[in-house]
């Protein structure tokens, strides 16, 4: 049977000054045979069943104002089965990458990243040395930019903090569906984007770039009337934090642990 191992690391942020003056650790505490779990993440797309991926390791960063996982971040300095570096293949290329767009809850306290291992199988961890770091930003001084009985049939652009919003272009195929925001800037910064008409926020039905840290866009139903209120959520100041990667044999136990449970409902 194949499985899919899911390694939780805790980061515990006692407060943003604690988090950046003290080295962090990153542990692991857990894995499952089952990815049933990511069905909770705060994402658009559900995972509606387990899904067996003997290529894919799956960490959980657990701490405070998290707003994103840096693209490309990942450095590997171990990657060893049974002993053997399988870092690059033979013609000098790394042999793993991130997996899906890395995923931040919307509160903040938790980050999901998955490291895809292109040609290398593995069936069981005790034999899977990883050692590495990853960058996550972390926010300080929420703000927010609100606009109210915005018109949408007029071209606009809101400036938020490092943030621009402006509607997207209608296409023959979504002009009459859906209303479209295409966001600018400094992704990193970016929380959350809700558009309303008449107190009631609109249905967020599809959102692209989110693996982007420049530009990302936002579909929702369109509005019964062209005047929306907009709210635009951000982190004025946004940190680069390193975050150590690590697994090793001496932590693997299978302590029957219900990920969802550990690492709660996004």
Known sequence: MKLKFIALLL?????????????????????????????????????QHCIWADHTLTFVVNGENISALKGGSLRLSKFELDGNDLRYDRLGNETYTMGIAPLVDSNGK???????????????????????????????QLRTKEVDSLN???????????????????????????LGFDLIGN???????????????????????????????????????????????????????TVPISLSPKHITNTGINASDTIGKF
């Open 152 to 178: 949408i049939d007029d071209k606009f652009s809101i400036q938020a903090g490092p943030i621009t919003a402006s509607r997207s272009a209608p296409t023959k195929y979504n002009q009459s569906k859906s």
């Open 11 to 47: 980061i515990n942020f006692a407060g943003m000054e604690a988090a950046l003056s003290e080295p962090m650790r990153a542990e692991l505490v857990a894995y499952s045979e089952c990815s049933a779990w990511m069905a909770k993440l705060d994402s658009k797309e559900k995972t």
């Open 187 to 241: 992704m990193n910064a970016f929380v959350s984007l809700i558009v309303s008409e008449d107190s009631r926020a609109l249905k967020n039905i599809g959102s692209w770039g989110l693996g982007d840290d420049k530009k990302r866009s936002y579909s929702f139903t369109k509005p019964l009337d062209s005047k929306v209120d907009v709210r635009l959520t951000y982190w004025a100041k946004v940190r680069q934090v």
């Open 110 to 140: 938790y980050a999901i990243l998955e490291i895809h291992f292109k040609s290398t199988e593995f069936g069981r961890l005790s034999s899977v040395v990883v050692e590495g770091t990853v960058e996550l930003s972390v926010g300080e």
